[in-house]
């Protein structure tokens, strides 16, 4: 049975926001004794197992070229100041408050998606994605606190988060996936490597398995992540998906840290999940509307418009 391209993006954008997840709580665990510099060094360095195997299968040299070098090399500084911001973030704040500002990216996507990329987006849209974050709201309740260095930073992680979804969208489907995780890299490793003499601690050999596995996490969201936005119809069905990190936050919470979730977690969790397949029932009956001429003829002004269409990869 082969997938349409809306389910094949929600699927792949799941599983992409359930690898982070699961990233995001291993850093937690270590991040009271390791510095985050030193964390995102060796998760690079593990995690260049996995992309060495991708990077096999292709040996010539001209794919590994970026066909568009000023949005990679911005996409690069996003996502190491990003990266950067987000990992502090979740060393000094509980994981409840970063997801809660984190959760503001689909917004951001959705937004920045008007003009950057030309993207129409419907009321009906819009209202689902408010209604997610509601819900996420719901399930949080976030006390108001005083502002600190790590709101600020989550705060900005999801900016990052958001522009770096918005350039993958823009020529993901150009660029090869080894290409977009290879620079980003390269270049945390090589500027996380100069910090070393400044952070750095001896590591016990949990906490290196605990690196290894953080990498891992991270190819295999950014390579799910990329092709969620390679395949799906619009940039705006993956964005909301983001809420389902709290399902999967509350579900390794039960399983590794014996958090239980209460009635506010059920409620707010329906409310995420009917959004999000709200969403994909739109952009299928987009899609449907679009192939039928007699559909088509009698909704002319579709919520969305033209969206961008992956290109083939050689």
Known sequence: MRFSPTTQGYILSILAFGFFS????????????????????????FAFIPLTVMMMSDRSLENYRPRHPWLIAIRTL????????????????????????LFITPLLITALSVPILKETVGIARWVAVVVGLIGVMVVLRPGAETLTLGHVTALYASFASALSSIIIRKIGSEERSAVLILIPMISSILVMG?????VYVPLSLPHLGAMALIGLLA????????????????VALVAPVQYTQILWATLFGVLFFDEFPDGWVAVGAAVIIGSGLFVVWRETLKNNSAKSPVLRN?????????????????
Not at 80 to 99: D, K, N, Q, R
Not at 304 to 314: N, Y
């Open 22 to 45: 699961g990233h995001d709580g291993i850093i937690k665990s270590i991040g009271g004794s390791v510095s985050v510099f030193q964390i995102i060094l060796f998760a690079s360095l």
């Open 194 to 198: 100069a910090l070393m003499p400044l």
């Open 219 to 234: 190819v295999g969201a950014q390579v799910s992540i990329i092709g969620a936005y390679r395949v799906a119809p619009s």
């Open 78 to 101: 996003l996502s190491l100041t990003g990266m950067s911001s987000a990992f502090y973030a979740f060393t000094v704040l509980p994981m409840t408050e970063v997801y809660a500002l």
């Open 298 to 314: 009698a909704n002319p002004r579709p919520d969305t418009g033209p969206s961008i269409r992956p290109k083939a990869i050689k």
